[in-house]
């Protein structure tokens, strides 16, 4: 049994069990949270929703939250000596899928 559901204008696929790292919520460790936006649900036959799947709701758990690795972004240009170093580093909250109702 599979999920798609929406968090922060992005689609994750999901199942049972799975940790998956969204954008940061601001929540308590082993704090649960339920996303009702449920765009397509899996459990022998697909049922899709228009948009959402009527009363589907996934439910996590909160592991941690933190902070992504640093992406260096460098941009240098031939000429004149003109070069630009930046990081950034995405701040995240990871979730353990515990349950999926259709």
Known sequence: MY??????GKQYKVQE???LELDKMSLETEQTVEFKEVLAVNSGELVVGTPFV???VVT???VN???????VIFKKRRRKD???K??????YTRV???KIAA
Request: net charge positive.
């Open 60 to 62: 996590a758990e909160v």
């Open 3 to 8: 999920a798609i559901f929406k968090n922060g």
């Open 17 to 19: 069990g799975d940790v």
């Open 96 to 98: 353990r899928i515990t």
């Open 86 to 91: 930046r990081g950034f580093r995405r701040d």
């Open 65 to 71: 939250e933190g902070r992504a690795k640093k992406v």
């Open 54 to 56: 009527e009363g589907a």
């Open 82 to 84: 003109s070069k630009v």
